[in-house]
């Protein structure tokens, strides 16, 4: 199967780093409200207000369409996912407690550009074994961030990523994976957070130019996962917790750049 990668230039790249921008500060923004007592859709209007302040600027999850017809499109510009919950849960009326593992999505266009990043909250004391779980999901993220460099096969770098979650004992999601991202949220190539047979036929040449969003999916338990009847949410099939840490990464000529991070580029 070819994939047809589309390359950015590097004032392309910089467009889209407003657009990570925006996406971090609704994320800065969701963090800052996410504590006991508040609800899952007050966390989302902390980032649909980072929207709606930015003129232009639009939220790319509300109304994306289910992978099934009979499903509702999306109705929330941020995926809200508790504990079990690995992606896709839908802000509504659920109320944080004390412990939970909070996992926030949000992905923002503007100027015709994309950015989408996402991060794993703890929220108050979590477990040992949550705030580990945690703690390896970012740094997996982490790993792939040191590794993008030119030249480089994504596959080199998504072994790494696996390895390093494998001996920390944790499970790598392998149904959910990253992608290419531009003018477009979903591009091409799928970027998975593990190597697989169809990985090595269809490998990716890390270029400049090439922008990628990373996000590794770990769990406690089993990498399996189901979906629940509202046919969003993504939950791990023994309920074992799941962290999800996701950033929007551009490959330059010297190694990658973060575009969802809140910087400027300009600090290597
Ligand atoms: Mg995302
Ligand atoms: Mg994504």
Redesign the pocket.
């Known amino acids: 199967m070819p994939q047809d990668v589309i390359y950015k230039t590097p004032e392309q790249i910089e467009k889209m780093r407003r657009a990570g921008g925006l996406v971090h500060e609704a994320l800065r923004r969701c963090r800052a409200a996410c504590r006991p007592g508040v609800t899952t859709a007050e966390i989302n209007a902390e980032a649909q207000r980072v929207i709606d302040e930015t003129p232009g600027a639009v939220g790319l999850f509300k109304n994306y369409p289910a992978p099934s017809p009979r499903t509702p499109a999306f109705p929330a510009v941020t995926c809200i996912s508790i504990n079990e919950e690995v992606v896709h849960g839908i802000p509504g009326d659920r109320v944080i407690r004390e412990g939970d593992l909070v996992s926030v999505d949000c ?1 923002i266009r503007i100027d015709g550009w994309c950015g ?1 990043s996402a991060t794993t909250i703890m929220v108050g004391n979590v477990s040992a074994e949550d705030r580990r779980l945690c703690e390896v999901t970012e740094h997996v993220l982490r790993i792939a961030i040191e590794n993008i460099r030119p030249g480089r096969r994504w596959s080199q770098v998504a072994q790494r990523m696996q390895d390093y979650a494998e001996r920390a004992g944790m499970g790598v999601v392998r149904d959910f994976v ?2 290419g991202i531009g003018q477009s949220m979903h591009e091409s190539p799928k970027v998975p957070n593990f190597v697989s047979d169809d990985l090595l036929r269809h490998d990716i040449l890390l270029k400049p130019g090439l922008v990628l ?1 990373v ?1 590794p999916m770990c769990c406690l338990g089993t990498d399996r996962v189901k979906v629940l009847k509202d046919g969003w949410t993504v939950v791990t099939a023994d309920k074992k917790a799941a962290a999800h840490y ?1 950033h929007t990464i551009a490959v330059t000529d010297s190694g990658c750049t973060v575009l969802t991070d809140g910087s400027d580029g300009k600090n290597g």
């Open positions: 992905g989408d990253g992608h969003a996000e996701e």
